[in-house]
């Protein structure tokens, strides 16, 4: 067992191995390195970074077990550090990034957050998260594409849910760059997709869908979930919506996908489910971690099963099933009450 000494140090010192991680992210060493090892000055040379500074950064990820060090002296790759490659299946890097950059700097006025409730990426760029996207495309689609590493596996179960049965048209409401859309259109052949989302956005996905070859089957309409959401769908999605929002606007949009749906349609909630109570456990701090995320970053959070039927009542809706997915999220299947 892990004396407390150690255990206060090791969260204490999270920060600095993480940030060690995002320049090797963002560099693209593991990239560099993928054909075979090489000496700090050529990776250096390859990725536009000073040799000496580069090997204490790289050293130290090897010590917690990404890249490994030869007895020459040259670096080489491993599992994990092929895990950070661009074209790596899960898009690891991507993530790394984003959390190196905008959320990194929210996270360090946390304390400001904690002291006066305002959210701390307000405080730090003097704007709200989306009202900043829409004028910084390139950090939108930065935070697209973290979202679509963390997508992918959950997309690709619910794509095999047996929430679709029957459905013909699903309508995935902010579904960001279509990334569980597409993955159900990939499976689903019987069904045709409708996605919701800002312009900036609807750009990002258009190029991803005619990537997945399922552009032809998918509507992309312009709009505001705040005001209203297509009618017609035989099952509505949100997927990592309802976490950005505080209650009063929770509402709002649920409202919004009620007065789209006929009274047979289904409305799918994905989103991790917080327990009750706390304790120790892998599981758990990835959902409490995503919960000071949404305090930082986004102004929203993560919820209770209770919290969320507390949200639907309003809007007209219940909760018909709750479906545990390995990638970690639930399904929330809720239909009119």
Not at 14 to 27: E, I, N
Not at 185 to 191: A, N, S
Request: charge should be negative; proline fraction near 5%; include cysteine.
């Amino acid at each position: 067992m892990e004396p407390p000494e150690q255990t206060v140090m090791r969260i204490a010192r999270g920060y600095q191995l993480s940030q060690a991680l995002y320049v090797a992210a963002k560099l693209g060493v593991a990239d560099v390195l993928a054909p075979r090892p090489l000496a700090a000055e050529a990776i250096a040379d390859a990725v536009g970074a000073r040799a000496s500074q580069l090997r204490r950064v790289l050293r130290a990820l090897v010590a917690a077990g990404v890249f490994c060090e030869l007895e020459d002296g040259r670096f080489g790759s491993n599992d994990a550090a092929a895990a950070l490659r661009a074209d790596a299946p899960g898009r690891s890097r991507d993530a790394v990034v984003n959390f190196g950059e905008e959320m990194y700097r929210s996270f360090g006025e946390l304390l400001h957050t904690v002291r006066s409730g305002e959210t701390a990426f307000d405080s730090v760029y003097g704007a709200p998260l989306f009202e900043y996207y829409a004028t910084h495309p390139e950090v939108e689609a930065s935070a697209a594409a973290r979202m679509l590493a963390r997508t992918l596996p959950v997309a690709r179960e619910f794509a095999a849910s047996d929430v679709l049965h029957g459905a013909r048209t699903l309508v995935d409401v902010g579904g960001g760059t279509g990334t569980l859309v597409a993955e159900v259109l990939r499976h689903r052949p019987e069904i045709a997709g409708v996605l919701l989302e800002r312009p900036g956005m609807l750009a990002l996905a258009q190029d991803y869908l005619s990537d997945q070859g399922v552009a032809d089957r998918c509507e992309l309409v312009e709009g505001d979930f705040f005001s209203s959401v297509p009618a017609g769908g035989d099952v509505y999605v949100l997927k990592s919506v309802l976490h950005d929002w505080d209650d009063d606007r929770c509402v709002a949009i649920l409202r919004n996908c009620r007065a789209a749906m006929d009274d047979a349609g289904r409305l799918a909630i994905v989103e991790l489910i917080l327990p009750e109570r706390m304790a120790p456990s892998a599981p758990m701090l990835s959902a409490a971690l995503l919960d000071l995320i949404m305090l930082a970053y986004a102004g929203g959070r993560e919820r209770t099963e209770a919290e969320f039927a507390q949200l639907l009542d309003p809007a007209g809706l219940r909760i018909a099933s709750t479906t545990a997915l390995t990638a970690g999220p639930h399904i929330l299947e809720a239909i009119v009450a």
